[in-house]
């Protein structure tokens, strides 16, 4: 319905155009589609333009945007109002701009730790702590620990076992239900001496212990009490707020399965090990403890020690409700107009959260993603600059600001499986996030107008060519590769939300500038932005998605590791 007000709307704007600019014009009418003239208007994508809603969206008063707070809420109102300025096609729920969905959150209120001696049948608690926003234990959940875990310690060393170096610190008892106690550090080589081989690390000791059975692993680190104690205070932050967020149509209530790591993963502090350990003197003993272990590391067998650990987590279920925000260009070719082009960004970020070092708490996320976020916001003002002089690409442009990305991709993947236009005729997504800074090594290399794509060639030759050619029509950047591997093990790839794109097959590119120390940090701010390589950037952005938009075919997936790849999806 509403698309047909704007195409009105726009053919009149053409024939008044056409009807004030002479015979001459009138004459050759420039096709509204004409693909030279959309790219001309990648003029109205400026430094001025980005850096002056990007100083909006990335202050202070955004709060860091995190999904579920008024921070997050105000972005996406802003988002909305300028889609209204701009007169762009609302096809959000009831025709407004945001599509809302629910997010089933767990808040992490505390976690109950008893240690007790065991002599036989008797046992007698030695300690009972309780880790909260409010006070700390003796232990430190480092990471999972969903469960109510409960079990007899036992000392395991380094934890290690190392055939080829004689080492065999979990040989010779069961480990079924136990915690095992061990040094964090894997001594690979001391004093030149290589004790572990090099293929022993800590992913292997890991799966060792849980493959046994045990129910959960405590590290003995090297830091004294008072240290151990500021970790566990900065870790106070953990509790009395919403984490590990879910999509509440995808949340089948077993938190335990598909969700975080059930077993337990803590560290114990230096007084606790010691204490069990029979060893007086805390810290420094541990450290002697672990030297004599080191003398004789061939050695060393298991310990059964005569304590337990019972560890109670306190959580508490809330729901949220949460929006994507999207606008939407129809296409002016009849027989292309229903099929899209998606771009996204994610405009949510990290919120308010530990202070840095100068006191800064709120963490503005202006690379993350701001930077995309307004790029997004600057591409659609050049096709809404281009459809007010009645040209418009051939297929359908959807402007999709996703949230809840630093919750897992949880607004690209709602979109995804409820998609406004049908997946089928979604022909690729252009995704950015953090393209506004410089990454060290190109610091380095003093090369500024760069950056890395991820997707592109890797799925299809087609997007790949038209994002070179729009590429040399538009901001000349360099396109970097480096991360654009299938068989890369960081899986860069399936790490944003042109995924959940790619997943369901749809050809996709990935603009992205690289990590740098402001990343996550509340230092991620507007001023550090380079406006004029973020202008180049998105110019490319636009020209791509004018070349897509604009192709007689869609860009073809023909790479068939990729098409494995999605296959097992
Ligand atoms: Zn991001």
């Known amino acids: 319905m509403q698309r047909n007000i704007t195409t009105g709307l726009c053919l009149s704007l053409l024939l008044i155009i056409a009807g004030c600019s002479g015979t001459e014009k009138a004459s050759q009418k420039v096709p509204i589609s004409d693909t030279e003239t959309l790219l001309s208007y990648q003029n109205s994508i400026t430094e001025n333009f980005l850096r002056h809603h990007l100083s909006i969206f990335a202050a202070d008063s955004m709060e860091g945007r995190e999904t579920g707070t008024p921070g997050e809420r105000k972005a996406a109102e802003y988002l909305s109002e300028q889609y209204a300025q701009m007169g762009l096609i609302p096809v959000g729920d009831n025709d407004t701009y945001y599509q809302h969905f629910d997010l089933n959150t767990t808040q992490n209120d505390s976690i109950i730790f008893e240690t007790y001696t065991t002599t036989g049948e008797e046992k007698s608690i030695v300690s009972r702590s ?96 008072a240290e151990f104690e500021e970790a566990a205070r900065a870790d106070q932050s953990a509790f009395g707020e919403p984490s590990n967020m879910q999509l509440a149509y995808l949340d089948d209530g077993n938190s335990s399965g598909q969700g975080p790591f059930s077993k337990g993963y803590n560290m114990i502090s230096p007084d606790m090990a010691a204490q069990m350990l029979n060893l007086v003197g805390g810290a420094d003993a541990i450290r002697d403890y672990r030297e004599k272990i080191l003398q004789n590391i061939k050695d060393f067998s298991l310990q059964p020690l005569n304590y337990s650990l019972a560890q109670m987590p306190y959580t508490s279920k809330n729901s949220i409700r949460t929006e994507n925000v999207l606008a939407y260009i129809d296409g002016s070719d009849p027989e292309l107009k229903d099929e899209v082009v998606v771009i996204t960004s994610h405009y949510d970020h990290v919120g308010i959260g530990q202070p840095d070092s100068t006191g800064d708490r709120i963490y503005n996320g202006a690379d993350d993603d701001g930077s995309g976020t307004i790029g997004l916001l600057n591409i659609a003002h050049a096709f809404h600059k281009a459809a007010e002089d009645g040209v ?123 990590i740098h120390e402001d990343y996550h940090q509340p230092s991620d701010e507007v001023h550090k932005i380079r406006f004029e390589k973020l202008s180049k950037i998105v110019r490319t952005m636009y020209a791509s998605t004018v070349l897509i938009a604009n192709a007689d075919q869609p860009p073809a997936v023909d790479n068939q590791q990729f098409i494995e790849i999605t296959k097992e999806n």
Do not use: C
């Open 130 to 225: 309780v880790a909260s926003s409010q006070s700390t234990a003796d232990y430190i959940r480092a990471f999972g620990g969903t469960d109510s875990l409960n079990g007899e310690i036992i000392f395991a060393g380094f934890g290690v076992n190392d055939p080829a170096r004689e080492v065999a610190h979990l040989e010779g008892a069961d480990l079924q239900g136990k915690w095992v106690m061990v040094f964090q550090d894997i001594p690979h080589v001391e004093n030149g001496d290589t004790l572990i081989s090099s293929s022993v690390d800590n992913r292997s000791r890991f799966n060792a212990i849980f493959g046994a059975g045990a129910e959960g692993i405590l590290l003995i680190s090297d830091m004294s009490e």
């Open 392 to 514: 418009r690409p051939r297929r359908s442009i959807l402007f999709l600001n996703v949230t809840a990305e630093e919750k897992g991709l949880l607004g690209s993947r709602y979109y995804s499986d409820h998609p406004v236009f049908p997946i089928e005729n979604t022909v690729a997504n252009i995704n950015s996030d953090m393209i506004g800074r410089i990454d060290e090594e190109h610091e380095e290399q003093g090369i500024e107008e760069y950056a890395y794509i991820i997707g592109g060639e890797i799925i299809s030759s087609d997007l790949d060519s038209l994002i070179k050619a729009a590429n040399s029509r538009s901001g000349q950047i360099e396109l970097n590769n480096r991360y654009n591997d299938l068989q890369d093990p960081n899986q860069f790839y399936r790490r944003s939300d042109h995924w959940n794109f790619g997943r369901l097959g749809v050809p996709f590119a990935f603009f992205f500038t690289g």
